[in-house]
């Protein structure tokens, strides 16, 4: 059964050649249209990098430039706790001196008071609370409600002398600085009175921030889900949310806020735990984008159509012509193709394209057709002719092997042992050699072809031929290409026993070494001459024999297990010719 893929392929090659031209058309301009997609939505990532980036060093030297401010604050609350003159005035406070000496340590105190508020651009008004619950302040201090009151006071007890800050609210915007006066007389470390510093956040925001931030954009300061900067934003997601920590204190999203979308990109700070956000108009950063990917959608939309018109009027230009040709092709094939017409060849100045061209050649093919055929017609009598006389010539192998059964029934019949012998050998060798069966058989099959073989030579050279074979039996069910080692055999007996007048050693043995099969055959005889023995592995000259030589077979080796394997022929130090086999570790399965 075809695959869904393949009923979808066959569909579409059978298409007529206009709608293939309309799908070619339409595939291309898709697969431009959305690599021009992919491309604008890189450049919509890297413009977004690009403004966080830019953002993000707005907001860093914003917050850097605000959080300086707030530690000189810091500052300055530490050395109005620790002046001498204050802690004197705010002792005599609490005592029970006289009220003349205490209405002059007043005034001495908020003399003092106003030096140090004086001094800061950005405080708008000082208040020292002493035990007794007396306020003595500075500058424009507001009206603070009994809640927010309690809220400074709890906070300024909980810093036990160290700096605490309270957050605007939204009757009071002042940014809080609060910490414990506790005297320094001897370490003792007395409680004094409180110090409340009203620091003007929006002042000091608009001095180092506001000329930072982008001229569409928006700086936003949120602590704790409490908003701290402006008095009031639209984005109300910002502030309900946490605050972000660790990897992820800084960073950029596009939100959406009242059906507008925002690019909004936020550092964290430890200082004070606040984050800073910076809120641009999505749409007023976005807008040559967004446009530039409009008209790209049109452009692609008004080629879609011009290119669509363009290739249909060029496919009726290809189709009309190759239609006139598929008629006349249906008229010849239910016609006589030798009496056929042939089709008339347009003019040159008319159509000199591929589908003239196709014409012309369709008229010369029918012309060659017809000479074809009359040709093959006349080698197919030939062939057959050739096929009869060679089937004539061929001897019929179960003739031969019919008469050698013959011969050995009569050899056993007139106690002729040998000759019996000798002929059932030789018509294991004729069945082996004549068989196209098998190309591959096991060891143990060619070990017996080369017995039968020996069995023959030893009638013809008696005890001149000590022939000794030691196969392990663990090795005789691996592979071997057929009629590789019997030629062997036959070379040592034709290049060693028979220039030997003393008996002649052949030994075949084999041995097993990682995943390869050895396979020796050696004798002790004179050996092989070097340069002759180059010759015929190069291939330069043929080996005597039955011309089955050394080469043939190192090829048939090669081809069946590869070119690491094959023989190798060397000359023993004793006297001699080694040649050694070497074959894969591989059974019939």
Known sequence: MKTGFRLWFDEIRNMRIKAKLFLLITITMAVSSSISLVGLQIAFSMYDQQIYEKSSQVLNLSSTLIENELNKVERLTFSIMSDEQIQQHLIVMNSNESDYIRIQSRAKLVDRLVQYINSETYISAADITDVMGNSYSSGNLTTLSPERKALIQETSDRGAG?????????????????RQIRSSDNLELKKLGSLVLHVNLDKMVNQYAREAVTRDGELIIVSKGTLVYPRSVSMKSLISENSPVGASARGFRIIEQDGEKYFVSHIHSDYLGWTYYNTLPFQTIFYNLTLMKNWMIAAFLISFFLLVGFGMAVARSVTRPIEGLISNMRGLQIGDLENSELPPIAPISQQMDEVGLLQRTYRMMIVRIQELIKENYTKQLIIKETEFRSLQAQINPHFLYNTLESINWISKMNGQQQVSRMVESLGYLLRSSISLKQDMIPIEDELKLVQ??????KVRFEERLDFRLDVPEALRGHCIPKLTLQPLLENAIKYAVEVMLEPCIIHIWGREEGDSVF??????????DEAYLEKILTGERQSKGTGIGLKNIDERIKLSFGEEFGIQVENRTDGGARITIRIPMTKRG
């Open 519 to 528: 396979l020796i055959v050696e004798d002790n005889g004179s050996g092989i």
């Open 452 to 457: 039968h073989y020996i069995t023959i030579q």
């Open 162 to 178: 160290s700096l605490g800050w309270v957050n605007p609210d939204e009757q009071d915007y002042s940014l809080i600085a609060t």
